[in-house]
């Protein structure tokens, strides 16, 4: 059954109701056991969208990586990381909420842009000027431009750090515990960018149970 892709009518709305800036949030990088949690912003050109836009994690990497480009020349777009020192003080969930605060931020917009969450929970920095649009990735445009941008730009540091940490696989599995990079963990040990408060992580550094790929 086909799918019906993402468009504008949540960001219309916004804009029906008087709202001038209307900008779409989603993090990328909430699961991986190393490596930053990474938010972006974007703001829509109603008239200049890409076509193509969709939730990132259905898209091929080619079409990601040609829709990027395009939506950076098209639209305007910040992006912001939470670290690992980070998601390790704070827990993911905050870390997560930290970087879409940040990404907001960044923006530089005159007036504070009304954001478009993916998820069901609102940053506590941008509570009274948002929205949570559960699965907002697959339904709002600008959602599913800011997934893109994410991904890309997280998948892209985390193809670097592989160069600087290899035998884990970050280059392909972007942090995530897949067996390569489980079994790795065990032979190699644990690296500055992993994650010390994620499990398998802990569990080496600490020596209470053993990880099994």
């Known amino acids: 059954m086909a799918t019906t892709p993402p468009d504008f009518s949540f960001e219309s709305a916004a804009l029906d109701r008087g709202i001038p800036l209307v900008c779409g949030v989603d993090e990328v990088g909430r699961g991986p056991l190393a490596g930053p949690v990474t938010a972006a912003a974007v703001i829509l050109d109603p008239t200049q969208i890409p076509p193509g836009l969709g939730d990132s994690k259905q898209l091929t990497f080619a079409k990601r990586e040609w829709l990027y480009p395009q939506i950076l020349a098209l639209a305007r777009v910040s992006v912001a990381h939470a670290s690992v020192e980070e998601i390790d003080d704070l827990n993911i969930l905050r870390a997560s909420h930290l970087a879409m605060e940040r990404a907001v931020a960044g923006l530089g917009t005159e007036a504070p842009a009304y954001c478009l969450i993916d998820g069901n929970l609102i940053p506590a920095g941008l509570k009274g000027r948002a929205e949570a649009i559960v699965k907002g990735d697959a339904r709002s445009l600008s959602i599913a431009a800011a997934s893109i941008v994410a991904k890309v730009v997280r998948d892209r540091i985390m193809v670097?750090?592989?160069?600087?940490?290899?035998?884990?696989?970050?280059?392909?599995?972007?942090?995530?515990?897949?067996?390569?990079?489980?079994?790795?963990?065990?032979?190699?040990?644990?690296?500055?960018?992993?994650?010390?408060?994620?499990?398998?992580?802990?569990n080496i550094l600490y020596q209470e149970v053993s990880v099994t790929p």
């Open 160 to 202: 670097d750090l592989a160069q600087q940490h290899p035998g884990y696989g970050w280059e392909s599995n972007a942090g995530y515990p897949t067996k390569t990079h489980l079994q790795a963990l065990l032979n190699l040990g644990v690296t500055p960018w992993h994650r010390r408060s994620f499990r398998p992580v802990h």
